[in-house]
């Protein structure tokens, strides 16, 4: 009975290009999905002559796999990924794999390959960035989880995984438990930031500078052959320049209330779970759901009043402007992200190889742009790098554009556009390169209402003091920790 190199089960958008993707590279697959019906269809129709099995059983599936077994799901992330653990165990032995490529949240992906483990088998959670197109042509692929599963699934990953244009696999290991589905997720973050910032430069163009579909499509051209060269930069142009066959463009007819599956927002909440800053990717996901509140807007523009004057200054002078804006802001976004990652690192023990990350994500994925690679000189170069804008490259690139940035978010401010990332990512890099914040008045604050102490400048770091401001809180203090 011919067998099988992976069984993949989830016959979805994703799940039938990776497997289309995997048999386009020489790999017998084996399929299965909830709804049978769909497996014949997809069987005899997209799948028609390739060295694909249609598998009408979880039980099937396994029977039909090459040793070690190698499942991987393509299914909606939550409980129906523990369901699928729980009906493909019985038929699985010592040594096999399961793999999870959906959009798990990185904690059930430690607590599942725990689990998987204790069971005697291997478990890889991995993130999949790109897309339907990705999936189909060679995305980008994030695995983390039993390291031992590693060799096994390699050469199936890397082949199938897009690739460099020097030809190294947008694919490596990422570490133990939930560090793929970790990178995955804060990929994602950046991605959600990417985009605001990019329409947050696009409405500034419409409704500041007045510019037409036309105008706009032409400047994201020229501004995807220099250093902004990228994935979410080229659709946009394309998006701008896409008209039906009645000559109408669609953006001007898209209702501007965004969605969101919820990667973004994890990305955000794990920032406050360890104490990170990542202003940019929050006030991208507070971005969307502002939009969300359409009807609340709606009512809201025919009652309060901002600006009424309009851009009086040089347009092209402006669009360089705002070029730079982006680019110093699209800095910082990749700076807060590999803060976050490098406190979950220390968390969880994670051996994260930070330039190896930015090479994951140079290809197949859709942050990818020709700006990662500069990402991954600069943590090669210095491996114990803890900031990107401390990077002499990234550092360079951020003074020659602040002037720019500055005036574009001051301009915006002006018109009364808003500009939540862009300016967040401005009012970032001003606090981090500040040696002396006002928290010393907060301290202060928080010592007088709740006796919480602070620390002091003339003294080691650790040591604690109150002050009785009012004189009737005696010397009795809170105890210091951070929640």
Known sequence: M?????????????????VLNMESKGFTVAVFNRTVEKVDAFVNGRGAGKNLIGCHSIEELCARLERPRKVMCMIKAGNAVDAFIESVLPYL??????????????????????YVESKGLLYIGAGVSGGEEGALKGPSIMPGGSPAAWEAVKPIFQKISAHTETGE??????????????VKMVHNGIEYGDMQMICETY???KEGLGMSNEEMCAVFEKWNTGDLNSYLIEITRDILAYKTEDGEAVIDWILDAAGQ????????VSALDFGQPLTL????????CLSALKEERTEASQVLRGPSAGFKGDKSAMIEDLRQALYASKIVSYAQGYQLMRAAAGEYGWQLNNGGIALMWRGGCIIRSVFLGKIKEAFDTNTGLVNLLLDPFFKAAVERAQAGWRRAVCTAVELGIPMPAISAALAYYDGYRTARLPANLLQAQRDYFGAHTYERIDRPRGEFFHTNWTGRGGATSASTYSA
């Open 203 to 205: 409405q500034m163009m």
């Open 169 to 182: 696999p947008c694919c490596d290991w990422v570490g133990e438990n939930g560090a793929g589905h970790f």
């Open 2 to 18: 011919k067998k099988a190199d992976i069984g993949l089960v989830g016959l979805a958008v994703m799940g039938e290009n990776l």
């Open 281 to 288: 990717i929050g006030e991208a996901v507070f971005a969307r």
């Open 261 to 268: 599956k919820g990667t973004g927002k994890w990305t955000a």
């Open 93 to 114: 032995e010592k040594g096999d794999i399961l793999i999870d490529g959906g959009n798990s949240h990185y904690p059930d992906t430690i607590r599942r390959t725990q």
